[in-house]
């Protein structure tokens, strides 16, 4: 009688895709040529077979693929432990087996102990006014380096705005993936280009505002890190207010609630 896909899964879940003996994942990364590789073995504790390593002919055939007689092992320790079934008597693989399984339990407890991730807002961080951007290298200079993006714009009235409008957002969000890679050149000529995108934009009758709102990631393992939103609006000129006494200064479309 096969070992079943119940029982396969059970084994392999208790176990923790590592072999009981070096804890050894048991299935290695997939290649850009190869497929992914399962290097581990389903291996029977008491044999089922009368010549078999730790043969016992008092376990009831019905018994010998449940979980209880089988063991997870890398292919070298599954070798070493028939070779040598004499060192590795059923009741000392049976030791093994338990002791592995608690230790996979334990590790898994100790995950599930984590607190949980999450990105907080920082009340004195949340930026309660945009800057228009009025060169490709200030786009950079707030896309760069960020984590995620908070893009607003207003509503589109022809075809051609849609088009303008997205088109802007995506490349800026490409460039602004692209920032830690980009060398001192590659800068200067992605600053052009969307000074150029500026320049269709207000042609149109829109500005760019721009802002960063900075922060933290916390949970999970290690300390607090930083966690930066770049923030852009594509705002219709007739729409805005600008602050007269720092003419480039313009509010914040939709300020959102800050956590701390």
Known sequence: MPISEKTRKILWGRSGNRCALCRRELVVDSTCLSDDSVVGDECHIVSGTRLGPRYDPSLAEELIDQPENLVLLCRV?????????????????????????????????DQRALPPVRVVRIKSNVPTRLVRLTSGQDVLNVVSGGHAFSFDHGQPITQDEVELIAGFLQEVQDWGDLSAELGAGERVKAAYRISALLRDLEGEGFYVLGGRDLRRLEGGE??????????????????????????HALPLAHEQQADV
Do not use: N
């Open 222 to 247: 290690g300390p607090p890190q930083p966690w930066v939103v770049t923030i852009l609006q594509v705002a219709r000129t007739c729409s805005l207010q600008i602050d007269a006494a720092r003419s």
């Open 77 to 109: 320790h599954h070798k070493m432990v028939d070779d040598q079934f004499e060192t590795y008597s059923a009741g000392i693989l049976k030791t093994l087996k338990r002791k592995h399984e608690r230790w996979v339990s334990t590790k898994l407890d």
